[in-house]
């Protein structure tokens, strides 16, 4: 992986750069994220056509951060008719009433289809602990089971990636003004955002905390840069890539075998009508 930060031990988000570019200049990166995302879509389609996993993408990232961008971006090279996106917004009282995980669970990704958490059961464990939604005993609980909820998708063959979209406060300023400015984007300006920029650092520490005890290898956690979009896009694009390709083999012979059994029914049928 040459462009996200893979999370490994203890996170300090406000020690991990948010523009990280590794030398690459915005022409190449555009150029090679149109590769990796052909590479993506091939991917994709073999995992449908496979039907064995499921593949599920959590974004995560403060207000502005560029989820919504990140999945547009994404469109360009995931197909919709196995995609399914779902955004987590403030629970619904009878979300409340029930566990936090009861909203999640039915939108994990069935066999063969890609869903994308536009913020996910995390927000429990961030905004909820930030303030003070419930109890301190309540959201300390929240990461071993989350941890549970998680092993559990995968041992049901889920395929997970956890993306935090790490933008600076000084980026975050710039997008929130061009919120005002900017006619078509004043739809998403919302003096709430504005004022979560008080709770910032308490938002660091929940996101060090979510990072660090909620990574794991059949859940892995990645960071990136986000202040430069086109980065970003290369970076979201190359941690799918590398996530899928070691199934690629699997899927392509699971392929063959059925492709080898449909043609010797096909042949079985052409058989049959001769003999009629
Ligand atoms: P966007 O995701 O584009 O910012 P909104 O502006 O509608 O969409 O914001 C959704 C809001 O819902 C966010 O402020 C988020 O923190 C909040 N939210 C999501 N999940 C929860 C939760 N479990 N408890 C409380 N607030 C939540």
């Excluded at 948010?18 to 994220?33: F, L, M, P, S, V």
């Excluded at 029930?98 to 961030?126: C, M, Q, T």
Aim: charged share 30%.
């Amino acid at each position: 992986m040459s462009y996200a930060i893979k999370v490994d031990g203890k996170v300090k988000l406000q020690d991990i750069s948010t523009t990280k570019h590794n030398g690459i200049e915005e022409d190449d990166a555009r150029e090679q994220t149109g590769r990796l995302g052909k590479e993506l879509e091939e991917l994709q389609e073999l995992m449908f056509a496979a039907g064995t996993h499921g593949l599920l993408i959590v974004l995560q990232g403060r207000d502005t951060a560029g989820k919504d961008g990140t999945i547009r971006g994404l469109s360009r090279y995931i197909n919709i008719q196995g995609c399914h996106v779902k955004g987590f917004k403030v629970p619904t009282s009878e979300e409340l009433a029930h566990d936090f995980l009861w909203r999640v669970h039915p939108h994990a990704p069935a066999k063969g289809l890609v869903s994308i958490f536009n913020r996910s059961h995390y927000e429990d464990v961030l905004v909820v602990r930030v303030h003070e939604l419930v109890p301190e005993k309540v959201w300390k609980k929240r990461y071993d089971q989350i941890n549970e909820f998680e092993q559990l998708l995968a041992q049901n063959n889920t395929i997970i990636v956890k993306i935090c979209l790490n933008i600076s406060l000084e980026e975050q300023e710039k997008r929130l003004m061009a919120r005002e400015e900017k006619v078509a984007k004043a739809w998403k300006l919302s003096v709430g955002d504005w004022k979560e920029r008080e709770f910032a650092d308490a938002y660091t520490e929940a996101y060090n905390d979510a990072l660090t005890k909620c990574d794991g290898d059949h859940a892995p956690w990645y960071i990136v840069p986000a202040d430069h979009k086109w980065y970003r896009d290369l970076a979201v694009t190359e941690i799918l890539v590398e996530t899928l390709k070691p199934y690629k083999d699997d899927w392509l012979r699971d392929l063959e075998a059925r492709g080898e059994e449909a043609k010797a029914e096909l042949a079985a049928y052409r058989q049959s009508l001769e003999t009629k």
